[in-house]
């Protein structure tokens, strides 16, 4: 049998911490971004013994895996254990307690036995080990900045907040957030499930909407949108763009006007394409839109939502910038690449790319919905924009892999055409201004700190 421990000091009561475990979405925010892992079932918390069904994937190799909650006491301890899985054995304790601080220490503490008896053992326990070490790393860091975020962006009370886009990369994520900061979550789909509660129907495409559900919310949250990468921009693929996200907000903000109790606050996202290619110049939100198709999607995009502002709604435009997960988006798309040693700049390497870290994304949402004072267009982004060729080359270095290629303007222009135009090779230097002036505390202003976080690279 082996065992393994992992113990961490929190400013938070035991308490806090404890509830946030217990909350909705607490196993997913736990899930390291670089892993291969599904959920694919839940049966109810640990407190009523219920069980998580897991899809995993490691080296390569798909399994399944099922783990029950078998003990609990509240504000001490519960405890997982595998009943179907790739283990021959394995039981996690989560054990909490006061430290002398005022504070609490929570504990980790695994005991697994891997299959094929000693061989499996010899063969597997350094390499089960390491992983567990990085995981649980990144868990405990995260769970500090999840409470952390909750203390600092927190709402007076539990809010009603619904979200469009909620199986996107963004959008999954933030309900997460949202459920584990204590708030309600409705989200609206285009297939709800008629046995789960808290769905909302809509088909932005027929204008079609179950508005009633809508009444009396806090806020709504509108992330929808068909993905902009993938293929090249025909015209099929355009129209697809354009009407999913401007149809669709304009109809959205028309149901809301309309509502007899509508949300305070419509948090309706865009993109800092709004810019297009600038050069060197250092771009806020006042600056004028851009030129190019993303720069006529992001203007209309952000028009529809008018009929919320002329109800008396605050809208606010997230003008978001390269998300940095390797769960989704550019990262992810680009990981393979360079871990097969052939990661490469675009051009000389001196546009620039303004990003954001996936978890700084996240509370800069929430910090959309609490703030009254924030309104109109928000560049969603880190304050230290960097060049192309810095990007590729720490991203290489993180993952020990040299970058030794640069792939030409005109190969880029020929393989994407407007896609790889817009997106890969224009030059927008975007800061934050309006989160800097409302003194918003990014977590992550460095790329190499987000960049070793989000990839677990300690």
Not at 185 to 205: M, N, T
Not at 238 to 252: C, F, P
């Amino acid at each position: 049998m082996n065992s393994f421990f992992f113990r961490s000091e929190f400013k938070e009561p035991v308490k806090e911490v404890f509830d946030w475990h217990m909350r909705t979405g607490a196993i997913e925010r736990l899930i390291p971004p670089w892993e291969s892992v599904r959920i694919i079932h839940k049966t109810g918390p640990p407190s009523e013994e219920g069980e998580v069904h897991l899809r995993m994937r490691k080296g390569g190799v798909p399994f399944n895996m099922r783990v029950a909650h078998t003990a609990f006491s509240r504000n001490q301890f519960f405890q997982d254990e595998q009943i179907e899985g790739p283990f021959k054995y394995w039981k996690h304790i989560h054990k909490f307690e006061m430290a002398p601080d005022g504070g609490s220490v929570m504990e980790d503490h695994i005991e697994w036995a891997p299959p094929f008896g000693s061989l499996g053992n010899f063969v597997s326990r350094d390499l089960i080990t390491s992983d567990l070490r990085r995981s649980f790393s990144f868990r405990h860091q995260r769970l500090k900045n999840e409470l952390e975020r909750i203390s600092s962006i927190g709402a007076t009370r539990p809010l009603s907040i619904a979200v469009t886009g909620s199986s996107g990369l963004i959008g999954r994520s933030l309900c997460h957030v949202l459920t584990t900061n204590g708030h309600r979550v409705i989200r609206i789909v285009r297939h709800p499930d008629p046995i789960q509660s808290g769905l909302v129907f809509w088909d932005p495409i027929r204008g079609e909407i179950d508005s009633e559900k809508l009444e009396g919310l806090d806020a709504v949250v509108n992330l929808a949108g068909e993905p902009l990468v993938g293929i090249r921009w025909t015209q099929k693929k355009k129209e697809a763009i354009w009407q999913s996200r401007v149809k669709g907000t304009e109809m959205l903000a028309l149901c809301l006007a309309n509502l007899k109790d509508p949300p305070k606050v419509f948090v309706s996202a865009s993109a800092i394409g709004f810019y297009g290619d600038r050069g060197m110049d250092e771009l806020t939100e006042s600056h004028a839109r851009g030129q190019g198709f993303l720069a006529d999607l992001c203007q209309a995009w952000e028009r529809a939502a008018h009929p919320a502002k002329e109800a008396g709604i605050r809208v606010v435009h997230p003008r978001i910038g390269i998300v940095l997960t390797p769960s989704g988006g550019a990262l992810r798309q680009m990981l393979p690449a360079f871990k097969a040693f052939a990661g490469a700049s675009f051009g000389d390497g001196e546009r620039f790319m303004s990003w954001i870290d996936h978890d700084d994304l996240l509370s800069i949402l929430l910090y959309c919905i609490v703030d009254d004072a924030i309104e109109g267009p928000v560049n969603a982004v880190s304050p230290n924009p960097v060049s192309n060729a810095t990007f590729t080359n720490l991203l290489g270095k993180i993952v020990s892999r040299p970058v030794l290629i640069s792939i030409p303007d005109f190969v880029t222009k020929r393989l994407l055409g407007d896609l790889g135009t817009e997106m890969f090779l224009s030059n927008t230097r975007v800061v934050p201004k309006v989160l800097e002036d409302h003194r918003f505390n990014f977590r992550h202003t460095s790329l190499s700190d987000s960049l070793t976080f989000q990839l677990g690279q300690y």
